[in-house]
């Protein structure tokens, strides 16, 4: 089981560092107080359109000090497009000020006090982490989950978090931020979570779910 299991992780990087070297967040952003307030945005809600609402919201919230000195009701409204606008005002504006009151104005670097943050759980954390960082962390959203089970790199993870463990103790700690990337852009664009393009991928050959037919 060990040995299969090292071969689908070795098979799955090979496939990735040949095909996606290069493996980005796709959300739009220029400092760590933009990337935090579009991860927070994105819950629930498409890179894409996180992307239309941000060139606004930043005109207007250009640091952390001006978001924590917002009104609720106006940062509503730069974000009512957005799925759950209200909790996410509220959570934006809370990040915000403990990031000024706790933290001077400075993003923390590890994960338990990235979660101290309102709006910031532990997939947004390692978002961080990883993208800002470059540390080995690896955010397991929806996409992420399904593919990773799916290709075989999980096996039998009942949540994010054992989901999460497994990555991280079999993908070599130097490309876990690219391989979270690698499974994200994978899920969205190819291993779709209804009719995924399994003639279009290059990994169906060794994909636990395509060889097996059990998706």
Same mark, same amino acid.
């Given at each position: 089981?060990?040995?299969?299991?090292?071969?689908?992780?070795?098979?799955?990087?090979e496939?990735?560092?040949?095909?996606?070297?290069?493996?980005?967040?796709?959300?739009?952003?220029?400092?760590?107080?933009?990337?935090?307030?579009?991860?927070?945005?994105?819950?629930?809600?498409?890179?894409?359109?996180v992307?239309?609402?941000?060139?606004?919201f930043?005109?207007?919230?250009?640091?952390?000090?001006?978001?924590?000195?917002?009104?609720?009701?106006?940062?509503?409204?730069?974000?009512?497009?957005?799925?759950?606008?209200?909790?996410? /005002? %509220?959570?934006?504006?809370?990040?915000? @000020?403990? #990031?000024?009151?706790? &933290?001077?104005? +400075?993003?923390?670097?590890?994960?338990?006090?990235?979660?101290?943050?309102?709006?910031?759980?532990?997939?947004?954390?390692?978002?961080?982490?990883?993208?800002?960082?470059n540390?080995?962390?690896?955010?397991?959203?929806?996409?992420?989950?399904?593919?990773?089970?799916?290709?075989?790199?999980?096996?039998? /993870? %009942?949540?994010?978090?054992?989901?999460? @463990?497994? #990555?991280?103790?079999? &993908?070599?700690? +130097?490309?876990?931020?690219?391989?979270?990337?690698?499974?994200?852009?994978?899920?969205?664009?190819?291993?779709?979570?209804?009719?995924?393009?399994?003639?279009?991928?290059?990994?169906?050959?060794?994909?636990?779910?395509?060889?097996?037919?059990?998706?």
């Amino acid at each position: 089981m060990q040995s299969q299991l090292k071969q689908i992780y070795a098979k799955t990087t090979e496939y990735f560092e040949a095909h996606m070297p290069v493996a980005e967040t796709e959300l739009i952003y220029q400092s760590p107080y933009q990337l935090i307030v579009a991860v927070i945005l994105s819950a629930q809600c498409t890179d894409k359109r996180v992307n239309m609402l941000t060139p606004l919201f930043f005109k207007r919230f250009p640091d952390t000090k001006a978001l924590a000195e917002a009104e609720q009701g106006e940062v509503f409204e730069y974000i009512r497009s957005c799925s759950y606008p209200n909790a996410k /005002a %509220k959570h934006l504006i809370g990040m915000a @000020q403990m #990031l000024m009151h706790d &933290f001077n104005g +400075e993003m923390p670097q590890d994960i338990d006090s990235l979660q101290k943050l309102p709006g910031v759980g532990r997939k947004t954390a390692n978002v961080l982490l990883s993208v800002l960082f470059n540390k080995p962390a690896m955010a397991v959203d929806t996409h992420v989950f399904r593919v990773a089970a799916r290709i075989g790199l999980t096996v039998n /993870a %009942k949540n994010p978090l054992q989901a999460e @463990q497994q #990555l991280i103790t079999h &993908f070599p700690p +130097e490309i876990i931020p690219k391989a979270h990337h690698w499974l994200i852009l994978h899920g969205r664009y190819v291993c779709t979570a209804r009719s995924p393009k399994c003639k279009e991928c290059g990994i169906a050959s060794f994909c636990n779910a395509y060889t097996t037919g059990k998706f």
